[in-house]
Each structure stands twice: as C-alpha cells, then as structure tokens.
C-alpha cells in the first residue's frame, strides 16, 4: 500500500526522539512479532485503524491502543504508526491510558486524545513533545539533591551506576531516595539513567559515530548489549530501524 498525503506530509523519512520522560517513533511498522515490554506503549494509526494481535484476547481493530508493561502484542499495519513509550507507573503512562474510552485486560482501546495527536503528527515532533508534556501533571518540585544526580546523569550516563551510589552522594538513603527521586523527575532512577543512555546513543548517531563508539560513550559494554537493550525496553530491532533511514532526535 502506499504511504497516504498525510505519511508523506508528517514525515518523509521515520523518525524517533528520545526525552527524559517518554520516546516516540513516527514511520512504518516495522515487523515486529508479538512481544512485550517493560515500559507502556500508545500506539496510534497514522494512516487509519490497524490490527492489534494479543496472546490473551485474540485481534482487534482499532485506530489506537494502549498496551500495559509486559502486555504480549503485536500492532500489524501497511501504513504509518506513532509508538509512545512511557514508563509503567508514571505520570505519562497514567495520562495515556486514562485517556483510553475503553480497557479491556492490559489493553486499552480509542483514545479520547487521537484527533489532537493526529493534528501533532502533522505539525511535527515539537507539537507531539508540547502535547504530550502538556497532558502530563508536572513533577513535584525541585530538590538540590536530586537535582545534582540528574545533571550529574546528564552529563554522563554512565556516572551513578547503583542506586546506592547515588543515595550517597545524595546524602539519603536509597528508599528514600527512589521515592524523592521519581516524585521529582516523574519516572523511575534506573529508567532516567537507561532513557539518558539512549539519548547519548542518539546524539552520537546523528553526528555519525558507528555503533561501537555510541555504546562505549553510552556505557553499554558493547554494540551488542546496546542492541538488547532496544529490544527488550521497546520491542524494536535496532537494526532494522537503522536500515529503515530514521532520523534520530535527542534532546
């Protein structure tokens, strides 16, 4: 089939962007079995309604789903499609599926928000980033200690490698510090850490860096562990999206 005006209008090549508090992928599905993750999934049909394959409810057609934490699916489509990714828990994920009309399991069915995030698609990722941020409560407030480990993770993912390291250097200890920490960033320690990495792997792609020197400068132990970790965090193959022509934007 086609790519549809509106593929051709949204995006000429696929894209994903990657920020501290979800990551998005705009362009064709790529063949990805039936699978799950551990973070949530929106996905929407760019092009119109798609096949949604579960293991526990059998297909379904919808225009968009929500798909929970270690929820086992599979979206099958000739068009275009938006993934939103959010950690299961936080103040993205709650949006997104309280956004749903209808659950059903794990699953959730026609989203209240798909005509504004069709009109986003067209405008292009920053109107995505100001709608999704925009419909996501903002994190508590700011606390130096915090503060210090995430511009400490920013500056090197690879720095605070343990929870208990950063309590220590935090001064609190570390269930204390998982709480105050997700309260301010609005998502977990381990994913900010993981979701910085990836961003560096971006950043490092766009320049044009090959797969070995964008895992070392991420801090994962080789291309091959970066490779997993795609997989495993968002169902994808790396492969195949660099085979694909995406564009990479990390912010």
């Known amino acids: 089939m086609p790519p549809s005006a509106l593929s051709r209008t949204c995006a000429r090549t696929p894209l994903v962007w990657l920020r501290p508090g979800h990551v998005g992928y705009l362009g064709p599905e790529l063949d ?139 001064g609190m200890s570390v269930s204390h510090f998982l709480r105050t920490f997700a309260a301010v960033t609005g998502t977990t320690f381990r994913r900010y850490r993981q979701w910085a990495r990836l961003r560096v792997v971006g950043d490092g792609l766009t320049r044009g860096h090959d797969l070995t020197r964008c895992a070392a400068d991420a801090g994962f132990s080789s291309p091959s562990h970066l490779s997993e970790t795609v997989r495993r965090t968002f169902g994808l193959s790396l492969s195949s999206l660099l085979a694909s022509g995406v564009e990479i934007d990390a912010r």
Do not use: N
């Not at 828990?89 to 699953?107: F, I, V, W």
């Not at 292009?124 to 100001?130: A, I, M, Q, T, W």
């Open 32 to 170: 990805v079995g039936v699978h799950s993750t551990p973070v949530s999934c929106l996905g929407l049909g760019v092009d119109g309604p798609f096949l949604l394959e579960t293991a526990e409810h059998g297909r379904h057609t919808a225009r968009s789903v929500f798909a929970a934490a270690r929820a086992r699916h599979r979206i099958v489509t000739d068009g275009w499609i938006l993934l939103l990714y959010a950690e299961p828990g936080g103040a993205a994920s709650r949006t997104l599926l309280d956004g749903m009309t209808l659950t059903e399991g794990p699953y959730g069915f026609d989203s209240r928000h798909e005509s504004a995030l069709l009109s986003a698609v067209r405008a292009g990722v920053d109107e995505l980033d100001r709608l999704v941020s925009g419909a996501v409560p903002p994190p508590g407030p700011a606390d130096d200690r915090i503060m210090g480990i995430v511009h400490a993770i920013r500056s090197d993912p690879s720095s605070c490698g343990r929870a208990q390291d950063a309590a220590d250097a935090a």
